[in-house]
Nanobody, 126 residues
Framework: QVQLVESGGGLVQAGGSLRLSCAAS????????MGWFRQAPGKEREFVSA????????YYTDSMKGRFTISRDNAKNTMYLHMSMLKPEDTAVYYC???????????????????WGQGTQVTVSS
């Protein structure tokens, strides 16, 4: 089992940037495909991005391409999401997740992830 803790959320103006972190503990971090999801009030949890165990492969929802960058440092057991050109509609609780299934497929499916963090709030003001 792996435990995940997000940090780095906060209040930022539209057009600004934030970097979220997801610190993992427990089983070997590099064994997992990792992902970021977000959930706005009254909406379903939606996929943001995923990264392979080595970091060599990444995948993004189309609306985040060019604005968000996912990365990981296996030596530090940490994953990151650098968000730039933030918009008010990016306001949400952001969650990191880990999945044991090593197949690079169905990355956007939240039910394919086995472990979740508690989330960190990101608020973008207009």
């Amino acid at each position: 089992q792996v435990q995940l803790v997000e940090s780095g959320g906060g209040l930022v103006q539209a057009g600004g940037s934030l970097r979220l972190s997801c610190a993992a503990s427990g089983r070997t971090f590099s064994n997992y495909i990792m992902g970021w999801f977000r959930q706005a009030p009254g909406k379903e949890r939606e996929f943001v991005s995923a990264i392979s165990w080595s970091g060599s492969n990444t995948y993004y929802t189309d609306s985040m391409k060019g604005r968000f960058t996912i990365s990981r440092d296996n030596a530090k057991n940490t994953m990151y999401l650098h968000m730039s050109m933030l918009k008010p509609e990016d306001t949400a609780v952001y969650y990191c997740a880990a999945r044991e299934n090593a197949a690079w497929a169905h990355l956007h499916v939240k039910y394919s992830y086995d472990y979740w963090g508690q989330g960190t709030q990101v608020t973008v003001s207009s």
